[in-house]
């Protein structure tokens, strides 16, 4: 009674808003079900009216979306997006690779435009992610770990495209919105389209070479939709698209992609050899001078010591028989595509990665989140837009947030947040890009939250010997993971670590980085530039300022303020 007397004593009062009667937290209007917890001002009769009420609004808004058509004269682009995860540029057949088969890379970058440079703002999957979906570095609002993700509060490239009218179809991998943030900025999702069938470990637990990835081939093939959810993700995906779906409409596919372990379908786990990577493309050698601490400490706290080259070669050549399969479910989504011209003549393909891999080289295996090599930061940037050139090669750096810019410059969206993205529409159009460009990475740890063996969310991972992961929650405690900052641009690398061994490269003369020249006397002067770059770059971008201001004055005294009935 007390409730329904202050429910009352609300309504008559002037200015009150509608978050109110909804137990005072806008966000309340988004929770999936109602309960006296989350309404607590009703009583239950009424929050089962407003339920019913709820759920028809949401059955009317369900079957209006499905009848697909667009409002008259809208001609904004949709947009389809493949990112498979841990897919580095290198190991493709358009950015140099020697024999790795990529034809539907290499065609998409024929008919449309492939990105040398691009890199990704960190190396690890969630982080990276924030940072490409925000168009903000990952030091502005702290997104630095695994399971700090992009909140409700914070402006996204997606949502600005929701709330003009997208329908965000996401089928995938997360490791980018809080639940919050995701229900506001996606409009449907599938659970369970991710992954890629792969055998069993192939070093037993407790010998040498258990914690390497390595895996034994899967017993089916990449065709079977029911074993691989990368490839289930693209036959919803298309189904999705052939039957009158509502435009436009972004499709996300963040598949798992080349992420290890390393093992792969039957018919792509001998697709190449090792004996083939050592002759035709041979990969960095181990303990190279002047390298970060964790370029030994994978190799110890994962037991590789005593392995050879071949085991190696033999990684790198599962790892190109992934890659391989990621670009035959491109074949297949831009074949579906193609199949529907009136989705094709208006729709965007684009395919890009969170970041890179190891993949033997150095003899490590997997990634390092403070690691800046070049087969971690850089990452394939394919896209074919309407209207757009053929065959364009750009070699002037981006980064990857400006792709999830671009989107919304492409869909004429005004976006009013504070970021650094810069959009490639003019690249897709046929320019070369700015070659003076600098672009940016970030990685590292330093406080005791961060690591990750001390996140409550990731802890048992971290602490369980049998999991893969358990070696490298070792290193992280006993070694440490320095922060870091990446400045790269068409001539020179700097990886800048105020403790631990920071980097230098020229690279005209090294482009695969075996020859750090940091502090070399002759590099001063380009060592002293880019520093200099790196402080202004932070002072620049170290805070934003907030979209929504504050009134200066005081509140209302305590007595003056309402109190609601306990």
């Given at each position: 009674?007390?409730?329904?007397?202050e429910?009352?004593r609300?309504?008559?009062r002037?200015?009150?808003?509608?978050?109110?009667?909804?137990?005072?937290?806008?966000?309340?209007?988004?929770?999936?079900?109602?309960?006296?917890?989350?309404?607590?001002?009703?009583?239950r009769?009424?929050?089962?009216?407003?339920?019913?009420?709820?759920?028809a609004?949401?059955?009317?808004a369900?079957?209006?979306?499905?009848?697909?058509?667009?409002?008259?004269?809208d001609?904004?682009?949709?947009?389809?997006?493949l990112?498979p995860?841990?897919?580095?540029a290198?190991?493709?057949?358009?950015?140099?690779?020697?024999?790795?088969?990529?034809?539907?890379?290499?065609?998409?970058?024929?008919?449309?435009t492939?990105?040398?440079e691009?890199?990704?703002?960190?190396?690890?999957?969630a982080?990276?992610?924030?940072?490409?979906?925000?168009?903000?570095?990952?030091?502005v609002l702290?997104?630095r770990?695994?399971?700090?993700?992009?909140?409700e509060?914070?402006?996204?490239f997606f949502?600005?495209?929701?709330?003009?009218?997208?329908?965000i179809?996401?089928?995938?991998k997360?490791?980018?919105?809080?639940?919050?943030?995701?229900t506001?900025s996606?409009t449907?999702?599938t659970?369970?389209?991710?992954?890629?069938?792969?055998?069993?470990?192939?070093?037993?637990f407790?010998?040498?070479?258990?914690?390497?990835?390595?895996?034994?081939?899967?017993?089916?093939?990449?065709?079977?939709s029911?074993?691989?959810?990368?490839?289930?993700?693209?036959v919803?995906g298309?189904?999705?698209m052939?039957?009158d779906p509502?435009e436009?409409?972004?499709i996300?596919?963040p598949?798992?992609?080349a992420?290890?372990?390393?093992?792969a379908?039957?018919?792509?786990?001998?697709?190449?050899?090792?004996?083939?990577?050592?002759k035709?493309?041979p990969?960095?050698?181990?303990?190279?001078?002047?390298?970060?601490?964790?370029?030994?400490?994978?190799i110890?706290?994962?037991?590789?010591?005593?392995?050879?080259?071949?085991?190696?070669?033999?990684i790198?050549?599962?790892?190109?028989g992934?890659?391989?399969?990621?670009d035959w479910?491109?074949?297949q989504?831009?074949?579906?595509?193609?199949?529907?011209?009136a989705?094709?003549?208006?729709?965007?393909i684009?395919?890009?990665?969170d970041?890179?891999?190891?993949?033997g080289?150095?003899?490590?295996?997997?990634?390092?989140?403070?690691?800046?090599?070049?087969?971690?930061?850089?990452?394939?940037?394919i896209?074919?837009?309407?209207?757009?050139?053929?065959?364009?090669?750009?070699?002037?750096?981006?980064?990857?947030?400006?792709?999830?810019y671009?989107?919304t410059?492409m869909?004429?969206?005004?976006?009013?947040?504070?970021?650094f993205?810069?959009s490639?529409?003019p690249?897709?159009?046929?320019d070369?890009g700015n070659?003076?460009?600098?672009?940016y990475?970030?990685?590292?740890?330093?406080?005791?939250?961060?690591f990750?063996?001390?996140?409550?969310?990731?802890?048992?991972?971290?602490?369980?010997?049998h999991?893969y992961?358990?070696?490298?929650?070792?290193?992280e405690?006993?070694?440490g993971?320095p922060?870091?900052?990446?400045?790269?641009?068409g001539?020179?690398?700097?990886?800048?670590?105020?403790?631990?061994v920071?980097?230098?490269?020229?690279l005209?003369?090294?482009?695969?980085?075996?020859?750090?020249?940091?502090?070399?006397?002759?590099?001063?002067?380009?060592?002293?530039?880019?520093?200099?770059?790196?402080?202004?770059?932070?002072?620049?971008?170290?805070?934003?300022?907030?979209?929504?201001?504050?009134?200066?004055?005081?509140?209302?005294p305590?007595?003056?303020?309402?109190?609601?009935?306990?």
């Amino acid at each position: 009674r007390e409730r329904e007397r202050e429910r009352h004593r609300e309504r008559e009062r002037p200015g009150t808003s509608a978050a109110v009667w909804f137990g005072r937290h806008p966000r309340s209007l988004f929770i999936g079900s109602p309960s006296i917890t989350v309404f607590p001002l009703l009583p239950r009769m009424a929050l089962l009216r407003i339920w019913s009420l709820w759920v028809a609004v949401l059955a009317a808004a369900v079957v209006d979306l499905g009848q697909g058509a667009r409002a008259p004269g809208d001609t904004r682009p949709n947009f389809v997006i493949l990112l498979p995860d841990e897919t580095r540029a290198e190991s493709i057949g358009v950015y140099g690779h020697p024999f790795v088969k990529t034809p539907n890379l290499d065609a998409l970058a024929a008919n449309g435009t492939v990105f040398k440079e691009a890199h990704v703002l960190h190396t690890q999957c969630a982080p990276s992610r924030c940072a490409m979906i925000t168009g903000r570095y990952m030091h502005v609002l702290g997104h630095r770990t695994q399971t700090h993700l992009v909140r409700e509060y914070e402006p996204n490239f997606f949502r600005y495209l929701k709330d003009a009218g997208y329908y965000i179809l996401w089928m995938g991998k997360n490791d980018m919105f809080s639940q919050d943030a995701f229900t506001l900025s996606v409009t449907n999702w599938t659970k369970g389209d991710i992954g890629v069938s792969q055998g069993k470990a192939v070093y037993p637990f407790g010998t040498p070479g258990y914690y390497s990835f390595l895996s034994s081939a899967s017993d089916f093939f990449g065709n079977d939709s029911e074993h691989n959810g990368d490839y289930r993700a693209v036959v919803k995906g298309l189904e999705f698209m052939a039957n009158d779906p509502p435009e436009p409409f972004l499709i996300f596919m963040p598949g798992i992609g080349a992420h290890p372990s390393y093992g792969a379908p039957k018919d792509y786990y001998d697709m190449y050899s090792a004996e083939q990577v050592s002759k035709l493309a041979p990969l960095r050698p181990p303990h190279v001078a002047k390298k970060p601490k964790y370029h030994e400490g994978i190799i110890k706290y994962r037991g590789l010591e005593s392995f050879n080259q071949t085991f190696f070669d033999k990684i790198n050549a599962i790892y190109l028989g992934r890659v391989s399969y990621v670009d035959w479910i491109l074949g297949q989504l831009v074949t579906g595509i193609d199949a529907l011209p009136a989705i094709s003549k208006n729709t965007a393909i684009f395919v890009t990665s969170d970041h890179g891999d190891f993949s033997g080289d150095y003899h490590l295996v997997e990634k390092w989140p403070g690691g800046m090599d070049d087969i971690l930061t850089r990452v394939p940037l394919i896209g074919r837009v309407p209207g757009g050139v053929k065959g364009h090669v750009v070699e002037a750096p981006v980064n990857v947030f400006d792709l999830f810019y671009t989107l919304t410059v492409m869909a004429e969206v005004n976006v009013s947040h504070i970021h650094f993205a810069q959009s490639l529409l003019p690249q897709l159009m046929g320019d070369p890009g700015n070659m003076s460009r600098t672009v940016y990475s970030e990685g590292g740890y330093q406080y005791f939250r961060e690591f990750e063996p001390n996140d409550p969310e990731q802890k048992k991972s971290y602490e369980d010997p049998h999991h893969y992961f358990y070696p490298r929650g070792q290193e992280e405690i006993q070694e440490g993971i320095p922060r870091c900052i990446m400045a790269k641009n068409g001539t020179f690398k700097l990886v800048y670590r105020p403790e631990g061994v920071s980097e230098l490269y020229d690279l005209k003369k090294d482009k695969r980085e075996l020859n750090n020249v940091f502090d070399q006397p002759d590099y001063k002067a380009v060592q002293q530039e880019m520093m200099m770059d790196l402080l202004k770059m932070m002072i620049r971008t170290a805070d934003v300022t907030p979209v929504l201001e504050d009134p200066r004055g005081l509140p209302p005294p305590p007595e003056q303020q309402h109190r609601p009935a306990p």
